[in-house]
């Protein structure tokens, strides 16, 4: 057992887990979106981009690219939600929440693709 | 298919050769051998980054749970907590917003003080410690080599081996004002390369020569090396330095030293240039100063560094009995030169005491140890005063002292290489000059020798070759087309053409026929290269008059010609109404 693929796959899936919960529920529904289950999903992934740094394989490199956009994705999705509930006078509204939660929805399907990576990486693993 | 980004390469078009056991064209190896910098940093800064913001993440998260004050009920949100947290983290903060916060706050901005500060001190630590890290320095000490290697911009000399000789020969390309790279595998020689008080810095790394990698990060595949030089003092190093040369680079000039029969003849199989032997070179030198003493002097002078004085003859180099004191291959050598040179050698072991030098007419110390010369050369001068002396250096520590007990001859085996591999790569043209000095008869020599002294004084001159074509002659080829032109009249001074420049013509070089020497009524054509020797200064007059029409006009003829375009004018008027005639009219091309 490598411990650097158990801590690696541990950020990876929880990224991917806490994404899924938040954009889980109805999207226009700001009562159904928890910003701390945002909030957990932009640390998680930040942490997850970081552990692929350094990793020279391609494989690696691939695994960088969908973590960064992930979290770039993420993070424009919490500067919306900074926007609507604390800039916009209008407040939170349906509308934005709709969109926060779509652009969240969007690191999903980076985080997905990551999970596939890892699954690959791990099913194509032979000890030589 | 071939890639044709290949066919255009920058530098001059590789030369086939025939000699090159390459079958097929592989790339020049580059890759370093180590990680790369980078890479290094961001896998040793992985943990300090996850502290950092594992740290920050948590505080945040805790602020934005810490209940309010009577005041301002509300907690504060995430995006507020972020906020105080950044400021908090970064720089120990700087007031409470955005309101008074209530005491849960307060302790928990505490907390976060001293969390994030020692976050932080723990990354800082980390990135001090790699940046002291051996592995990262080495990488960063090779990515800067490579990339300034990469950046050469001009013709360079790969030298591999900064000993002795490579330092020698470093100083002398130094002095012609060329660029070389330098490779050792020592680590100090490479440092003494940085504080060895050059003119420019010199890219030197300290890997070995074995490795094709290195010699490919070195620049063997960069289209502005000329040559190598493999000059390390392990023969099989380099064997393997000309092996990679020729299979990979079989177009680049490659000299290697050799002290070993065998390896010299592995090193000819792979078509190295020239393999220098410096211990079977000295007896062949020593030959010829015996038999050839003008001859000898000539080259080893042209062969000396600039500004050196003439070399005194030889004195009290006679035939005879020769007694050569010497162990290892360097003994064996040099009796065999001198015997075949018809000498009655008596070779001798240092290990069996003082040698017996009565009835000799010469001596040779020639152990590999300095001290152990000295003495036997000191026995032998008491012995018998009227002996020649030749006692060999091995290393410069005790030059005082042999300099003041003044042998008649002192053989440095890397000086020796130095000088030859220097003159090689100076030019083909100067090599071949030198070459035919060597085999021309003594008289010629002498004649040759007094008539460059002559000419340029007695000083080492330095030699610059001069081609005539519109791009580096381009007077003097508008004045050929109608005019004869000659080697004597380039010779002249363009203030006053009755005096000669300090200048010698070595050799003439047309349509790839060399011709020695050639006599000053010698008219030049297009297309002609000249190799000259001379004065630096002189040189630099010779070089401007090819540009100037005036110029070459005024040494050809004596004719004074206006330089601006008006007066041009009216003189070609004034001397075409005294039915005088000039080139000047016809348009340039």
Redesign the interface.
Known sequence: MNLEKVVFGFFVLLAATLNFGYVLGDIDNPRLHN??EL??AV?VN??AT??K??D?TQIGAVHLATSLVATIQLIIAALV??WA??IDPAGLTGEHMASVVSIAAGALLANIVSIVLLVVETVSYRRR | MANLLQLLRRGKPARIRPDSLRRIRVEVPAEPPT?DAA????????TP??VV??VF?AM??GL?LMPGSVENPERL???DSFYVISYTGLTIGYGEVPHAFSYAQRIWVTLTIYASVIAWSYSLAALLGLASDHTFRQSIALQRFSRRVRRLQSPFVLVVGYGQAGEAVCRSLEDQGRDFVVLDVDQTRIQQLALGGYSSDHPGYAASGRDPRVLGLAGLGHDMCEAVLALTDDDETNLSVVMSVNLLRPELMVIARCSDREKAQQMHDFAADVVINPFDRYGAYLVMALRRPSGFRLASWLMSPRGSELPDRLEHLTDGHWVVCADGSFGFEVVRDLESAGLDVLLVDPADGRPDVSGAVGFIAGAESDIVNMANAAHARIENDELFIAVRQNSTVNEAPLRAFDPDSVFVPTELLAREAVARITSPNYWSFIDHVLHEDDEWDSQIMDEIVAAVGDETPVSTKVDLDYTHAPAALRFMQTEKLTVGDLLRDPDDRSVRLAVYPAVLVRLGRRTFTPPPRTPLQEGDALLLLGREDDLAVLQSTLFHDSAVEYVATGRDVATAWVFRQLQEWRWRRRGSRSRLSRPDR
């Open positions: 910003v701390y909030y957990a640390v930040i942490i970081i552990l740094f350094g020279r939600w900074i509930r604390h | 990680t890479f290094l940093v961001l896998r040793r800064m992985r980054l996850v913001v594992s993440a945040t998260f934005s949100s995430v995006f």
